[in-house]
T-cell receptor, first 114, second 108 residues
Framework: DGGITQSPKYLFRKEGQNVTLSCEQN?????MYWYRQDPGQGLRLIYY???????QKGDIAEGYSVSREKKESFPLTVTSAQKNPTAFYLC?????????????FGDGTRLSIL | AQRVTQPEKLLSVFKGAPVELKCNYS??????LFWYVQYSRQRLQLLLR??SRESIKGFTADLNKGETSFHLKKPFAQEEDSAMYYC??????????FGAGTQVVVTP
């Protein structure tokens, strides 16, 4: 089944702990994205990557970090510096980063603080 | 700055009635606009985009540059249309700016 796979589905973090959310795609897409979804706020862009070994900050990058060592993988680390990490995180990809390129989304990871 | 506004958080309609989801945007250039939909227990997916000028599942959306709007319409709502709908805009590159979303509930 082609598409985007996010894992885990649910994740719990202790205070002061870093956690990493996985995102893998087998669509051969160049561009990948991470969004944060909070109730009543829609989706907000955390980081994006237009090509392997390159990534850029989105609107709310503070407290997060990413890597793009492989085309198919774009993991997101939520660091202890992120003071309000409880949210639903969505990963997406698109064939290119052109303006008319639709994005394909994963099922999401729900992160909660213990 | 680019912004997308969906003024209705919740829209409740009866089956067979028309439904219109409002979307207004602000962007200084020529925008690319999309509607994404999330059905219960499914992933967020593209519904339609203005560049295609297509009708998907009976939904249409017309870009009105004068009113800076991209409202989504369907003449006869069905129960399976119950979902969360997001209007989104891309600016200078592929960065999507989402609205807050509208929850549509279609009752029989």
């Amino acid at each position: 089944d082609g598409g985007i796979t996010q894992s885990p589905k649910y994740l719990f973090r202790k205070e002061g702990q870093n956690v990493t959310l996985s995102c893998e795609q087998n669509l051969n897409h160049d561009a990948m994205y991470w969004y944060r979804q909070d109730p009543g706020q829609g989706l907000r862009l955390i980081y994006y990557s237009q090509i392997v070994n390159d990534f850029q900050k989105g609107d709310i990058a503070e407290g997060y970090s990413v890597s793009r060592e492989k085309k198919e993988s774009f993991p997101l680390t939520v660091t202890s510096a992120q003071k309000n990490p409880t949210a639903f995180y969505l990963c997406a990809s698109s064939m290119g980063s052109g303006r008319d390129q639709p994005q394909h989304f994963g099922d999401g990871t729900r992160l909660s603080i213990l | 700055a680019q912004r997308v506004t969906q003024p209705e958080k919740l829209l409740s309609v009866f089956k067979g009635a028309p439904v219109e989801l409002k979307c207004n945007y602000s962007y200084s250039g020529s925008p690319e606009l999309f509607w994404y939909v999330q059905y219960s227990r499914q992933r967020l997916q593209l519904l339609l985009r203005h560049i295609s000028r297509e009708s998907i599942k009976g939904f249409t959306a017309d870009l009105n540059k004068g009113e800076t709007s991209f409202h989504l319409k369907k003449p006869f709502a069905q129960e399976e249309d119950s979902a969360m709908y997001y209007c989104a805009l891309t600016g200078s590159w592929g960065k999507l700016q989402f609205g807050a979303g509208t929850q549509v509930v279609v009752t029989p």
